[in-house]
């Protein structure tokens, strides 16, 4: 995280309003909870995960089995029934 002094960037009235409460320390403003993002998606790994499981689920209606489907995506047992087995929203 980068450091930015309040003299740089706030405006004077608010930053008299900020020292009342806190002065000479650093300070976290975290972002509004609207723009935070979710688990996985700034990496990709949530869509590769959702394709993956549909791919999974797929499979399985298909008839491939449960051992084979653990074996093809280097999963568990347990994961793939989780999987296949969850009601989809």
Do not use: C, H
Request: no cysteine; aromatic share 10%; charged share 30%.
């Amino acid at each position: 995280m980068k450091y930015v002094s309040a003299n740089d960037i706030l405006p004077e009235a608010l930053l008299l309003e900020v020292q009342k409460y806190v002065q000479g320390t650093t300070l976290y403003i975290p972002s509004p909870k609207q723009r935070k993002k979710k688990w996985g998606e700034m990496s990709g790994q949530r869509a590769y995960l959702k394709e993956r499981n549909e791919q999974i689920r797929r499979q399985f209606q298909q008839g491939k089995g449960v051992e084979e489907l653990a074996e093809t995506f280097f999963l568990s047992l347990d994961s793939i029934k989780k999987i296949v087995y969850r009601k989809q929203v």
